[in-house]
């Protein structure tokens, strides 16, 4: 079996940041052990990460619901570096898209983007991938939504959720949920 490694949004502003999600450091440290311990396991590896602009309409400054977080070239917006120098090192080629990047669209699937979900696309046919294990952060959130939206795309099967490694803000209710309904 050909797999691919699917970590959302590890980045700063999650862990300690602007929208820190309960657990996620642990979560993220835990996640660079893992990610050692099954090198070369992953034919690649697929990042995705948060990329704001100041005037993203999510923001409860500019009306939204949510604090500013993961601006553009701000360090929030940064990809954990333990986790991301481990992922560099690693067998298996590394990828990262940005999602959210349009002031007017909320992206919390990394799907929605359509360059990221395009090039997904692409990896998946070029590596010959048969399994997607996906983490990140949160959970109950951008993780839910990825998932979901990959199995609509590639189905059920292509999906393993590591949850040891998926921190949310409602403790997990929500994706434990999820993957009942969907896989």
């Given at each position: 079996m050909r797999k691919a490694l699917m970590i959302i949004d590890p980045q700063i502003d999650f862990i300690s940041g602007s929208m820190p999600v309960f657990g996620a450091l642990e979560a993220m440290k835990e996640l660079v052990n893992y990610v050692r311990?099954?090198?070369?396991?992953?034919?690649?590896?697929?990042?995705?990460?948060?990329?704001?602009?100041?005037?993203?309409?999510?923001?409860?400054?500019?009306?939204?619901?949510?604090?500013?977080h993961c601006l553009q070239n701000d360090r929030g917006a940064e990809i954990y570096q333990p986790l991301h120098d481990e992922l560099l090192i690693s067998k298996g080629k590394l990828f990262i898209f940005n999602k959210g990047d349009s002031s007017d669209r909320e992206e919390y699937s990394l799907f929605k983007n359509k360059y990221a979900s395009e090039s997904v696309d692409k990896l998946i046919k070029e590596f010959e991938i048969d399994r997607i294990d996906i983490c990140g952060i949160a959970g109950d959130l951008c993780v839910c939504d990825t998932l979901v939206d990959g199995v609509e795309r590639y189905g059920k099967d292509m999906f393993n959720v590591l949850l040891p490694y998926t921190p949310s803000f409602d403790g997990g209710i929500m994706l434990r949920e999820t993957i009942k309904r969907v896989l």
């Open positions: 311990n099954t090198d070369g396991k992953y034919v690649c590896k697929i990042v995705s990460a948060v990329w704001h602009p100041s005037d993203h309409f999510s923001f409860t400054v500019n009306g939204g619901q949510w604090p500013v």
